[in-house]
């Protein structure tokens, strides 16, 4: 069942649980799979972890392992030696300088302890993932934190763009040292929406100029750092009636030629209810492909999973421009075994910065 050297298929799924079982591995091989999304889950420890990344691989050696594991209350693996890292939230406030002695740093020191906590927290994430057989991970957040959204919350930076671009570039900075690919998420921004768009569909109606002032900024900025992008589930009802996943005026018209990104578009879940207000799971993943995304996710959901696989057509021709851009995200350089992380200096000099910043603590 071994697949060599196969170019990616547009659909990101995810497995049962802690190993495969046959019907895991019939959609891991199928042609149209390009990824496999790991959850909670499908973490009990990392030898398991490694075991099952590296049965996944067995099947495709082609499929990107992602994973959501940004810090804080979005994180995968906490436990057998995983770093509990820190919501990003804490970075910010460590750059206002709210975790700090009012009196003792200057805005500029603040600002650069903020700095180096953000690449240090990247590289200890993307190292440890890695040593287990991950490729990828779904961060960072570039959302405005406005108050307004629980599901968001203090999984943001910061309420300010210029903050949330410098701390967002520091940690793709760390994660690239540890040879990891990011995705900025959820383009244009959905901290403004309160709804939450796992279970609802999200209308943010504020103005396009308004939107590309605030929120949309990071995604300009951070320009080629960026190496892939994820929408959101939202309709921003003064620019399109489709939420920004769906719409060729936010993906191809905004992102594609007027902030001129040229990585990876991915759609947020096509089983979160803010995915299946415009029809079952094929009709989104169509519209979603049409609209400029390059690769598609369907989590939780392996009827739904089946029923992508089984009725899903793509143009290869048009489809071999996303290929090339999904190949980009496979991870650099071979990782460390987890012993020689331990003693790996940049790591071990990583962790002792974010303990130092009372951002973690090591057992």
């Not at 959609?27 to 149209?32: D, E, F, K, Q, W």
């Not at 399109?240 to 578009?265: H, N, Y």
């Not at 947020?268 to 207000?277: E, P, R, V």
């Not at 400029?292 to 290869?316: S, V, Y």
Request: overall charge neutral.
């Amino acid at each position: 069942m071994r697949r060599k050297n196969y170019l990616p298929g547009p659909v990101v799924l995810d497995v049962t649980g802690l190993v495969l079982d046959e019907e895991d591995k019939k959609r891991i091989a199928h042609p149209l799979t390009g990824g496999v999304i790991l959850f909670s889950r499908n973490f009990q420890d990392r030898a398991q972890l490694t075991a099952l990344t590296s049965a996944i691989k067995d099947v495709r050696e082609d499929v990107l392992i992602c994973i959501d594991h940004e810090g804080g209350r979005v994180q995968r693996c906490k436990t057998d030696g995983f770093t509990h890292l820190p919501a990003m939230q804490r970075l910010g406030l460590i750059w206002m300088g709210k975790q700090l002695p009012a009196d003792k740093y200057s805005p500029a020191d603040k600002a650069l302890m903020a700095m180096k906590a953000a690449t240090a927290v990247g590289y200890v994430l993307a190292s440890e993932l890695r040593t287990c057989g991950v490729d990828f991970s779904f961060t960072p957040v570039l959302d405005l934190d406005y108050g307004h959204s629980d599901v968001i919350g203090n999984r943001a930076f910061s309420h300010e763009n210029a903050i949330t671009t410098v701390l967002a570039k520091s940690l793709n900075h760390g994660l690239l040292q540890a040879g990891m690919r990011n995705c900025g998420k959820h383009f244009p921004g959905h901290g403004w929406a309160a709804a939450d768009s796992h279970v609802a569909l999200p209308v943010d109606d504020r103005s396009l100029e308004a939107i590309l002032k605030n929120d949309a900024k990071p995604y300009r900025d951070l320009g080629m750092s960026l190496d892939s992008v994820m929408p959101a589930h939202v309709v921003y009802s003064q620019v399109d009636k489709f939420p920004a996943g769906f719409s060729k005026v936010w993906l191809q018209d905004i992102l594609r030629r007027q902030l001129e990104f040229t990585g990876v578009i991915f759609s947020d879940d096509l089983s979160m209810a803010g995915a299946t207000a415009f029809g079952d799971v094929v009709k989104g993943a169509n519209l979603a492909l049409r609209a400029g995304c390059d690769a598609i996710l369907i989590c939780n959901r392996p009827d739904l999973a089946d029923q992508l696989l089984e009725k899903l057509q793509i143009n290869q021709k048009a489809f071999s421009v996303s290929q090339e851009r999904l190949k980009r995200l496979f991870p650099q350089g071979n990782p460390l075994s987890w012993k020689e992380l331990q003693m790996e200096a940049q790591y071990s000099e990583a962790k002792m910065l974010l303990q130092n910043m009372g951002l973690i603590s090591i057992d």
